[in-house]
């Protein structure tokens, strides 16, 4: 179970308890002039997370108030409010490890570490408190002071990770030698699957003591110990051969990685960097830094293992010892996505230096988020602005065009897919997804010539895409063209996603077009197992069920997609054949 999962489990518990304490009048009225907003909250109506409500004068409402606001990711006024009631109730050591926590993971650090050194006094292997204490020495200089509680700290959980790296980042931060530094490491190795951080720090800390060619050997084993090249370690040990003025091992270094991931931006500014001769700052130039890398290796691992909570506690960590972080800033931005705090993230966005290479992906992803939040022309703006500012990229104008299908602009869309296309000078495997878009917003906007041309030419790069396959093939059956093909090109999509509804109505549906009903009836029976509530579905089964002579059930499947809101075409035509059965077979009314 996850460290917040159980604060979960209790939501629908908390907000009926809550809703009932507010019918009796005796929690409410605590909870301020705002309480409206909280109980629209409870009631499922708009509510906008993170809008400031003012905490009240009880501790249950307070508390109540708090756990509701963690249960529906309002976690700004769930700090709050359980700050409130931590203050009526200061010795309940429960919710002071919750509050502290809740802090600690939005960074309210002034707030929070006070509340640890609470924590470290009821229970002295509080993990968590011990870290972010070890950390505040770090930012302040006590670098002895770190050292002595991290050796005082359990040796387990995530300490095996972070107490090594911290330790040794101290002992650079008070003169020690490297020798002395890297000791501290020892902790790290094979045993628990850290070879990589510990090779990884190795480099960094000869790095910063002028080193150069030890630090060259240890990227060496860091790239061997994780068993390939990552963006970071990529970035870090390029930027120490640039510095030591081997070129073309930080361009073969580049390119290998730009090989395997061709659309980074980030190492593509430090190819063309290099092509400039110019030469990169140092990123790990101090202890801090080091130490601020350190929290943001583990946090980046924590979170690619789906364990946000922990991860983004880390992050704010992090931050705390290195405002000026633009990566961390980029991984605590996706972790709040992921959780749905899309302003939240975007405040982090925009805050990232627009001189930095991380600044591109930060405007990517505020891009996305604005149209998550309805915001869809200033989107479109950004991305269009993004585009003429960078003639040679095409993943602006990909995300354009993909924004305006999903709202469907799809004539729009079609010439956001032109011009991405326009700027590929070869078209490759790794472009076979633009075709496919393209098709699709092609074909919606009833330009089937050009849309049939972009799914075989999709097809072309990969002959086994299930989802181009399925399109195509559906398309050519609803025009009722290359039936055989069709169906063939389908089979082999339902083989490939056997548990994808649309694709395996496809096959239902080719095969009902061919007039094999009793066949269809069983494909299309088992789309709707997989896919309920699609309008289209239930639909194209009830026509399969008239056909066989099963009336009733195609009326009770037609009614049925009437109340899935289908599109206004389709719900006209689904009205028809309610009342009149299928127009071309003999079975009339019932």
């Given at each position: 179970m996850k460290p917040f999962q159980r604060f979960n489990l209790a939501g629908a518990f908390l907000a009926a308890l809550f809703l009932a304490a507010c019918a009796k009048?005796?929690?409410?009225?605590?909870?301020?002039?705002?309480?409206?907003?909280?109980?629209?909250?409870?009631?499922?109506?708009?509510?906008?997370?993170?809008?400031?409500?003012?905490?009240?004068?009880?501790?249950?409402?307070?508390?109540?108030?708090?756990?509701?606001?963690?249960?529906?990711?309002?976690?700004?006024?769930?700090?709050?409010?359980?700050?409130?009631?931590?203050?009526?109730?200061?010795?309940?050591?429960?919710?002071?490890?919750?509050?502290?926590?809740?802090?600690?993971?939005?960074?309210?650090?002034?707030?929070?570490?006070?509340?640890?050194?609470?924590?470290?006094?009821?229970?002295?292997?509080?993990?968590?408190?011990?870290?972010?204490?070890?950390?505040?020495?770090?930012?302040?200089?006590?670098?002895?002071?770190?050292?002595?509680r991290l050796a005082a700290a359990p040796k387990n959980g995530i300490n095996i990770y972070i107490g090594p790296t911290l330790s040794a980042w101290a002992r650079v931060g008070l003169g020690k030698s490297v020798k002395e530094s890297v000791k501290a490491l020892k902790g790290l190795g094979k045993k628990n699957g850290s070879q990589a951080l510990h090779d990884l720090h190795h480099a960094l800390i000869n790095d910063v003591a002028g080193n150069a060619e030890a630090a060259k050997k240890k990227f060496k084993e860091a790239i061997k110990g994780q068993g390939g090249l990552s963006l970071r370690l990529a970035q870090l040990f390029g930027s120490l051969l640039e510095r030591m003025g081997e070129i073309?091992?930080?361009?073969?270094?580049?390119?290998?990685?730009?090989?395997?991931?061709?659309?980074?931006?980030?190492?593509?500014?430090?190819?063309?960097?290099?092509?400039?001769?110019?030469?990169?700052?140092?990123?790990?130039?101090?202890?801090?830094?080091?130490?601020?890398?350190?929290?943001?290796g583990i946090a980046s691992s924590l979170s690619q293992q789906n364990i946000s909570e922990m991860a983004l506690v880390l992050g704010r960590m992090a931050l705390h010892l290195k405002p000026n972080f633009p990566v961390m800033r980029i991984l605590i931005a996706d972790i709040l996505e992921s959780d749905g705090r899309l302003k939240i993230a975007n405040q982090l966005y925009e805050s990232i230096d627009p001189s930095s290479p991380f600044s591109w992906p930060a405007r990517m992803g505020y891009a996305a988020n604005l149209d998550e939040l309805d915001q869809t022309n200033r989107a479109i703006k950004q991305l269009r602005a993004m585009a003429a500012a960078e003639a040679d990229q095409v993943e602006p104008l990909i995300n354009l065009g993909n924004i305006l299908s999903r709202r469907e602009r799809f004539k729009e869309a079609v010439k956001a897919y032109d011009q991405a296309l326009s700027r590929i000078s070869e078209y490759k495997t790794k472009h076979w997804s633009i075709f496919y878009s393209r098709g699709i917003a092609l074909e919606r906007s009833k330009q089937w010539p050009r849309a049939e041309a972009d799914f075989l030419k999709a097809l072309e790069f990969k002959?086994?895409?299930?989802?181009?396959?399925?399109?195509?093939?559906?398309?050519?059956?609803?025009?009722?063209?290359?039936?055989?093909?069709?169906?063939?090109?389908?089979?082999?999509?339902?083989?490939?996603?056997?548990?994808?509804?649309?694709?395996?109505?496809?096959?239902?549906?080719?095969?009902?077009?061919?007039?094999?009903?009793?066949?269809?009836?069983?494909?299309?029976?088992?789309?709707?197992?997989?896919?309920?509530?699609?309008?289209?579905?239930?639909?194209?089964?009830?026509?399969?069920?008239?056909?066989?002579?099963?009336?009733?059930?195609?009326?009770?499947?037609?009614?049925?997609?009437?109340?899935?809101?289908?599109?206004?075409?389709?719900?006209?035509?689904?009205?028809?054949?309610?009342?009149?059965?299928?127009?071309?077979?003999?079975?009339?009314?019932?």
């Open positions: 009048g005796d929690i409410a009225e605590n909870l301020g002039p705002k309480a409206s907003l909280l109980k629209a909250c409870l009631k499922g109506d708009e509510c906008v997370a993170g809008a400031p409500l003012e905490q009240g004068n009880s501790f249950a409402g307070n508390f109540l108030a708090g756990r509701h606001a963690q249960v529906i990711r309002d976690m700004g006024n769930a700090a709050g409010y359980l700050s409130s009631a931590l203050e009526k109730s200061p010795d309940e050591p429960d919710l002071l490890r919750r509050t502290f926590i809740l802090l600690t993971s939005e960074g309210r650090m002034k707030e929070a570490l006070p509340l640890a050194r609470r924590v470290i006094a009821v229970n002295k292997k509080a993990p968590i408190a011990d870290i972010l204490l070890a950390v505040d020495d770090f930012k302040n200089g006590r670098f002895a002071e770190t050292e002595d073309g091992e930080a361009k073969d270094l580049y390119q290998k990685y730009l090989d395997e991931h061709p659309n980074s931006r980030i190492l593509g500014h430090a190819k063309k960097r290099v092509d400039r001769g110019g030469t990169p700052p140092r990123e790990v130039a101090t202890a801090i830094d080091g130490a601020a890398e350190s929290l943001f002959p086994d895409q299930p989802f181009v396959l399925n399109y195509l093939g559906y398309s050519w059956v609803d025009q009722g063209i290359n039936l055989d093909r069709a169906k063939e090109m389908i089979r082999k999509a339902v083989k490939l996603r056997p548990t994808d509804g649309y694709i395996v109505d496809s096959l239902g549906w080719v095969l009902y077009r061919l007039g094999d009903y009793d066949e269809a009836v069983i494909e299309m029976e088992r789309a709707v197992e997989l896919r309920p509530q699609d309008p289209v579905i239930n639909d194209h089964l009830g026509d399969a069920y008239w056909k066989v002579g099963r009336m009733q059930e195609a009326r009770f499947q037609w009614r049925r997609a009437l109340s899935l809101d289908p599109e206004p075409e389709l719900r006209g035509a689904i009205g028809i054949k309610f009342k009149k059965g299928l127009a071309d077979d003999a079975g009339g009314d019932i």
